[in-house]
């Protein structure tokens, strides 16, 4: 069984700040964030090309076969429709779960976050900033902004 490992995101502060400093628990047993100055965002499980656990929020690079081939971009997130929630790539178009297939093929890289480095984002026209806040609200908070 492995450790479900989370981490905090306080939008005062504009940092990473310990989970114990974020969360609460109820009498369900169910985190949940002390109040809408924090995102909470959960690690996949998995790890990069270069060791380092993707989480929730976090933006990655398809590793591509040749040095001067841009690479894609996306944001991981987590995708509750449907009749497979699992943690995927916004802006995928393939037919299989996006993060597992680049993970299990060509590989994938974090090379920022949406919070730290939402200027990455700026050049594709497959995601944007504001459509990943909606997304990881919605996620948190069961609702639109």
Not at 65 to 88: I, K, S, W
Not at 89 to 104: A, C
């Amino acid at each position: 069984m492995r450790d479900i490992k989370f981490r905090a995101w306080n939008k005062i502060l504009k940092q990473f700040v310990p989970i114990w400093s974020a969360i609460e628990t109820r009498g369900d047993d169910v985190l949940r964030p002390i109040n809408y100055d924090f995102i909470i965002e959960q690690n996949t499980g998995l790890k990069d090309k270069n060791g380092v656990d993707i989480y929730e929020g976090d933006i990655v690079a398809e590793i591509t076969q040749f040095d001067d081939d841009e690479p894609d971009l996306y944001v991981v997130v987590y995708n509750e429709t449907g009749d497979y929630p699992a943690f995927d790539l916004k802006g995928w178009t393939g037919e299989v779960n996006g993060i597992s297939e680049l993970s299990l093929t060509c590989g994938i890289e974090v090379i920022g976050n949406i919070h730290e480095n939402a200027d990455l984002l700026n050049d594709t026209d497959r995601i944007s900033p504001d459509d990943i806040g909606n997304d990881t609200h919605e996620f948190l908070h069961g609702g639109n902004k």
